[in-house]
């Protein structure tokens, strides 16, 4: 069975040859040159995607000087030419990739794949499929395009959370190989044998029946939902029971007279596990107080700016794999910004909590009662 680490690695000799400039042809030649005779073909085996062949640890080398390429036809600096800055460069990438490639050869047990396919949270190694299960705009939003009856009948009008589903529908099909199924459906029109591969619940327990199910389920995560008479826009998150219950509660902007306006600050549920249905495939929750506490949940681990640091950080923290993490979705001109989680202000309660992520102390009155 192809390994995450495979992958990772073949994704990475991809990624140094494209920053060279190089067809798989023209490196072949370049390291040909260089005294180890490589075909276009084996370059080509290392490099796919779908089950990528490990290449022989001798092929490491050459490709830790690929920044040292010059002239036309491209060569390599031979090693003994290297700049000191060049090798230091080339030590450092040359660890990496060696790490790579025993990590791609080792067999990773269960536990090491979830932790290596976390760090590129939307990669799935195995044949999926993913179902992003989204919920059901209620019938008063939905409007005219929703009716089937209409000749300009538009599916998404029946869906809420549009924004988070596009995000993170659009990014898991970038991040996977083609082939892997990745399909979206109304919670409403969820069926059993749906249910069995990567789940991914988008929005709360009012508009996702799913969500309420699942997170009625998950009794060791224990970030639960909950409605309130005081906020009837949306549904809070609670920790803990009796005199040790925290809540979390959005944050509004007040006129001079105290009343409420605008929203200011949401708070959105990020959390993965296994799929209580199938313990081989995993469990996605993302979720939020309102809409943009949705969204900010989804690009904490789809915005390019902060993804790779908020997944390293995951990866690093929770090495099984699994984690709930309550994040503070600021909201500006009425649009959601990413959740930035190396700024500990913005993780506002962490599972499990023997981790070494530690919320941020505080915030602004208001934010628990």
Same mark, same amino acid.
């Not at 596990?273 to 469990?283: E, G, I």
């Not at 902060?306 to 649009?335: C, D, M, T, W």
């Given at each position: 069975?192809?390994?995450?680490?495979?992958?990772?690695?073949?994704?990475?000799?991809?990624?140094?040859?494209?920053?060279?400039?190089?067809?798989?042809?023209?490196? +072949?030649?370049?390291? #040909?040159?260089?005294?180890?005779?490589?075909?276009?073909?084996?370059?080509?085996?290392?490099?796919?995607?779908?089950?990528?062949?490990?290449?022989?640890?001798?092929?490491?080398?050459?490709?830790?000087?690929?920044?040292?390429?010059?002239?036309?036809?491209?060569?390599?600096?031979?090693?003994?030419?290297?700049?000191?800055?060049?090798?230091? +460069?080339?030590?450092?990438?040359?660890?990496?990739?060696?790490?790579?490639?025993?990590?791609?050869?080792?067999?990773?047990?269960?536990?090491?794949?979830?932790?290596?396919?976390?760090?590129?949270?939307?990669?799935?190694?195995?044949?999926?499929?993913?179902?992003?299960?989204?919920?059901?705009?209620?019938?008063?939003?939905?409007?005219?395009?929703?009716?089937?009856?209409?000749? !300009?009948?538009?599916?998404?009008?029946?869906?809420?959370?549009?924004?988070?589903?596009?995000?993170?529908?659009?990014? *898991?099909?970038?991040?996977?190989?083609?082939?892997?199924?990745?399909?979206?459906?109304?919670?409403?029109?969820?069926?059993?044998?749906?249910? #069995?591969?990567?789940?991914?619940?988008?929005?709360? *327990?009012?508009?996702?029946?799913?969500?309420?199910?699942?997170?009625?389920?998950?009794?060791?995560?224990?970030?639960?939902?909950?409605?309130?008479?005081?906020?009837?826009?949306?549904?809070?998150?609670?920790?803990?029971?009796?005199?040790?219950?925290?809540?979390?509660?959005?944050?509004?902007?007040?006129?001079?007279?105290?009343?409420?306006?605008?929203?200011?600050?949401?708070?959105?549920?990020? +959390?993965?596990?296994?799929?209580?249905?199938?313990?081989?495939?995993?469990?996605?929750?993302?979720?939020?107080?309102?809409?943009?506490?949705?969204?900010?949940?989804?690009?904490?681990?789809?915005? +390019?700016?902060?993804?790779?640091? !908020?997944?390293?950080?995951?990866?690093?923290?929770?090495?099984?794999?699994?984690?709930?993490?309550?994040?503070?979705?600021?909201?500006?001109?009425?649009?959601?910004?990413?959740?930035?989680?190396?700024?500990?202000?913005?993780?506002?309660?962490?599972?499990?909590?023997?981790?070494?992520?530690?919320?941020?102390?505080?915030?602004?009155?208001?934010?628990?009662?």
């Amino acid at each position: 069975m192809t390994t995450p680490g495979a992958v990772q690695l073949a994704q990475r000799l991809r990624d140094l040859r494209a920053a060279a400039g190089l067809t798989q042809e023209e490196l +072949a030649d370049a390291f #040909s040159h260089d005294g180890r005779r490589v075909s276009a073909g084996a370059v080509s085996s290392w490099e796919r995607l779908k089950r990528p062949e490990p290449l022989p640890e001798s092929r490491l080398e050459p490709y830790a000087r690929l920044p040292t390429l010059h002239g036309s036809p491209p060569r390599l600096v031979s090693l003994a030419e290297l700049t000191t800055e060049q090798q230091a +460069a080339h030590d450092q990438l040359l660890e990496e990739l060696g790490a790579l490639l025993e990590q791609a050869r080792g067999g990773s047990t269960a536990a090491e794949a979830v932790r290596v396919a976390s760090y590129r949270s939307w990669y799935f190694a195995d044949d999926g499929p993913v179902v992003i299960i989204a919920p059901d705009a209620p019938t008063p939003a939905q409007g005219p395009l929703s009716d089937e009856f209409n000749p !300009n009948y538009t599916a998404l009008h029946r869906y809420a959370d549009q924004d988070a589903l596009i995000e993170l529908y659009g990014h *898991i099909r970038a991040e996977n190989d083609p082939s892997l199924p990745v399909f979206f459906k109304q919670a409403s029109r969820v069926t059993a044998d749906d249910l #069995s591969g990567h789940l991914v619940l988008l929005g709360g *327990i009012a508009w996702n029946p799913v969500t309420r199910r699942l997170l009625r389920q998950l009794s060791r995560l224990p970030v639960r939902q909950v409605e309130i008479p005081e906020l009837v826009t949306g549904e809070i998150f609670a920790v803990g029971h009796g005199t040790a219950e925290r809540r979390f509660m959005p944050v509004w902007s007040r006129s001079e007279d105290g009343a409420q306006r605008d929203l200011e600050e949401d708070v959105g549920l990020l +959390a993965r596990v296994a799929n209580p249905f199938n313990s081989s495939r995993t469990l996605t929750l993302c979720n939020g107080i309102h809409s943009r506490g949705v969204l900010g949940a989804v690009r904490t681990l789809t915005d +390019a700016r902060i993804r790779q640091s !908020n997944e390293a950080l995951l990866a690093q923290r929770f090495p099984k794999g699994e984690y709930g993490i309550l994040v503070r979705v600021p909201v500006f001109h009425g649009e959601a910004l990413s959740p930035d989680l190396q700024d500990p202000a913005n993780i506002l309660y962490a599972w499990p909590e023997h981790s070494q992520l530690r919320p941020g102390a505080g915030g602004p009155p208001g934010r628990y009662d």
